[in-house]
Structures are given as C-alpha cells and as structure tokens.
C-alpha cells in the first residue's frame, strides 16, 4: 500500500504535527507500508525534509506559490506522477481542495484533525461538511473531544475515527533529585494558544516564591524576545533558562532530566510534547481546557489540572515539591497512561489498521486528471493566510468584462457615436 502525506515545512517549522509526521512515515514503512510526503514550505526546506529524506523517504517540495491554485496545481501534478492509494492531505489546505480530484480517480482521501482552533474547525466545515465533491473519504481526529465534535454533527460520507499522535517509551525514566524540583515547557514561542508570556512570568514567580524549584523553556518561535525580556526582568537571579531548540529526536533525552512538564495553553489537540514528558515520567501540570488534555492527565492521578496561571499553578508545584509520595505516585501513573494507549508503537497499529480499511474500501484507480482550470468554493475564514486568492473577479470573468467593452467601444466606432469620456480620454 502507498500513502502520500502533505506537510508545510520551513527553517522553523516546530510543533506536535511536524514531530509526529517525522516519526510516523519511518514506523508505517516498518510495517510495510510505502509512504512519501510532498512539501509546501516557506523561505527554505526544514526539518521535516531533511529528517525523513535522511531517513530515505521520498519528499518532493516546492516554495509555496502565491495563490491556492498554483498550490493545487503543484500537488496534482507530483500525485499524477506517483499515484498513492491513499492520500492525506494533513495540515495543508491546498492538499483538501486537490484531494477532490484525487476521489475523482478513486483514491480515497483522508483528513487529520491536530487541534481544536479555528483552522480545524474550518477544514470540518469545508471538507466533512461542505460541497459533496470536495468531502474526504475518511478522517483522523487526535483527541476524544475532536472526535465527539464531529460526530456530534452526523457526517454522511465521511468515515471518522480516533487515533492519538502518540509518544515513544524511552527504556528510562525520570529519576527524581530530593534538593531541587525542575519543571519544562517545550514548545513554541507563540502567545496565541500557549500563552508564552503569562507562562514565563508563572516560571518566575514559582522560581522566586518557591525555595528549591527550577524551571527551563525549549523551543523558539515569534515571542522569542519577550520570553527573553521576561526572564531578564521577572526572572533576574532565578533558576529559570531559555534553552531554545532541540531536535525533535532527542527531546526526550533533555526531559529525563526534569521532573515536570508544564502546559498552560488555552487550546490543543493532543499535545505530543506533554505525552514526550509524560513517557519519561514527568509529572503533567495543565490549565483545564477542552480537548486534549483531560484525556491525558486525570487530576490527581496522572498528573495536576489548574484553573488559572497564577496562584493554582503555583499551589500546584508547592504541592509536587512538598507532599511526601506525590510526585512519585503520579510520575508512575504519566508514564503507564502513555505506554497502555498512547505509545507511538499503539498508536501506528492504529493508523495501519484504518489506513487498510480505507484501502479494502477503494474502487478502482483511474488516472488522475488535472482539470485546465482549478475551481475551488468560496475560502472559508478560518484559513486565512493557508487559502490565498486573486484580488477582484477570477480571470475568466476579468476577459469576459474586458471583451464585452472592447466590442462596445468597437461598435460605437463603426456607427459613428461618440465615445464616452473614459472611452475617447477626452476631459
């Protein structure tokens, strides 16, 4: 069976979705699947291309074009020279509207839902629920919550299932260090969804109210700066770094050393770098939020849920470095949540085991056609800048106007009426 995945990749592509693509093609082609994966990206090729094409993979890419089309084209093109027999356009936008044609030659299309954010909810609206010729044959949600949403609508042509993105087991665990409690984040830099700032200042204050806790930031990303200016103000002379990125293959290796990994945002799918630390035996610490993370830490139990990032999150870590037997218990009960469901291993068996549902259900392959014009619906909000289109008419509608006052002007000519103002340029 082949699959051929899509992906944006750039020099600082970071993020569950690009980590969890780089581990899932090499654990597919150990179960004998041959997967690829075809690149849009932005200013260079990252991490995504150069981890799996040294890994051997196949992965054709391209600078992102400047409008949806152009982008389709492209996909098109590279599919009907190496045709899947599934295609899962992933988190690319440009992928869903040219999986339409993909259906056409009857290769089933399936989508994935990594969070619970406004792009998500616009590929559900577009591709599960919108036109029928662009709805997917399957979709992949990453969290239970993900999955209750969309069947809560009642999909009629798409085949909807739960698979986690999952986390290796490392053969170690976290061992704990009696004279100091060390927390992480990793992630990226951004104050939209992670809340970066208020999560720096939490790092500080626990830091400076808390004798004996210690706290580091991994990852990079546009409030790099203000992470900076935090730990320098808030932060100066506390035990709290900012130690930027780590290979997404050896973060696990930096996170047996910590003892807690910490996640205050106000959104997520699935967060795979708290199930990273949870493997380890990190002790979770979360703000409530809907999706995601209440599938993974049961308060109490497999780690601690907070209501705010300010006296809950501080009462959460005094707790962790003062009650006897705590840590201990909850560490163990984080890392057996990840490795009875929520393994990387677990969770390929289940993404081969859809993929060959999806697969047994196909008809007949036919070549795939790229239409002499691309015909998309109207761009739905939620896609922003993934969804760019021309400014004004489409270009059909732009000739067909231009045509009509060509023949006018010409036959004012021929009839010897004056020409209005803006025809003859007179003032």
Same mark, same amino acid.
Request: with cysteine; glycine share 8%; charged share 20%.
């Given at each position: ?234 932060? %100066? @002379?506390? =035990?709290?770094?900012? &130690?930027?990125? $780590? ?6 290796? !930096?996170?047996? #050393? /910590? ?31 809907? %999706? @995601?993370? =209440?599938?993974?830490? &049961?308060?109490? $139990? ?6 705010? !990032?300010?006296? #809950? /999150? ?38 081969? &085991? ?74």
């Amino acid at each position: 069976m082949k699959v051929t995945f899509c992906s944006h990749d750039s020099p600082h592509s970071l993020g569950g979705p690009f980590a969890w693509i780089q581990r899932l093609l090499p654990d597919l082609r150990n179960r004998g699947i041959d997967a690829r994966c075809l690149l849009l990206t932005w200013g260079a090729d990252g991490p995504c291309a150069a981890t799996l094409r040294a890994e051997g993979f196949d992965c054709p890419s391209t600078p992102c074009h400047e409008l949806s089309t152009d982008r389709v084209i492209w996909l098109l093109t590279q599919l009907r020279e190496n045709p899947p027999d599934i295609f899962l356009p992933n988190i690319v936008v440009a992928g869903y509207f040219a999986a339409r044609w993909l259906s056409q030659s009857g290769i089933p299309t399936v989508g994935i839902l990594h969070s619970d954010d406004p792009l998500h909810r616009a590929l559900q609206d577009a591709f599960v629920f919108g036109r029928k010729p662009f709805r997917l044959s399957g979709l992949v949600c990453v969290s239970k919550a993900l999955e209750e949403e969309v069947l809560k609508r009642g999909p009629k042509n798409t085949a909807v299932s739960r698979i986690a993105c999952g986390a290796p087991v490392p053969l170690k665990m976290v061992k704990r260090v009696p004279s100091v409690l060390r927390l992480a984040y990793v992630g990226r830099l951004t104050q939209e969804q992670k809340r970066i700032a208020e999560l720096t200042r939490a790092f500080c204050r626990a830091t400076r109210e808390l004798p004996g806790v210690a706290a580091s930031i991994f990852g990079d990303g546009p409030e790099r700066s203000t992470v900076e200016r935090i730990i320098a103000s808030d932060g %100066s @002379g506390l =035990p709290i770094t900012l &130690e930027g990125i $780590v290979d997404s293959t050896k973060i696990q290796e !930096r996170l047996l #050393g /910590f003892d807690v990994v910490v996640l205050l945002s106000d959104y997520e799918g699935i967060p795979i770098a708290l199930m990273e630390g949870m493997a380890c035996g990190c002790v979770p610490v979360c703000l409530r939020t809907r %999706s @995601g993370i =209440p599938e993974l830490v &049961e308060d109490g $139990v497999t780690g601690l849920l907070v209501n705010d !990032r300010g006296d #809950g /999150f501080v009462n959460a870590i005094r707790r962790l470095r003062d009650e006897p037997g705590l840590w201990q218990r909850l560490s163990t009960a984080a890392r057996a949540k990840i490795s009875d469901g929520y393994s990387s291993e677990a969770c390929t068996n289940q993404w081969v &085991e859809f993929l060959s549902q999806m697969h047994s259900r196909s008809g007949a392959k036919q070549p795939i056609k790229i239409p002499r014009r691309i015909t998309l619906p109207p761009t739905h909000p939620g896609f922003a800048h993934q969804d760019p289109r021309p400014s004004g008419p489409p270009l059909p509608i732009q000739m067909y106007r231009r045509t009509r006052i060509a023949a006018g002007r010409w036959r004012r000519i021929m009839s010897g009426q004056p020409l209005p103002d803006k025809m003859s340029g007179s003032n």
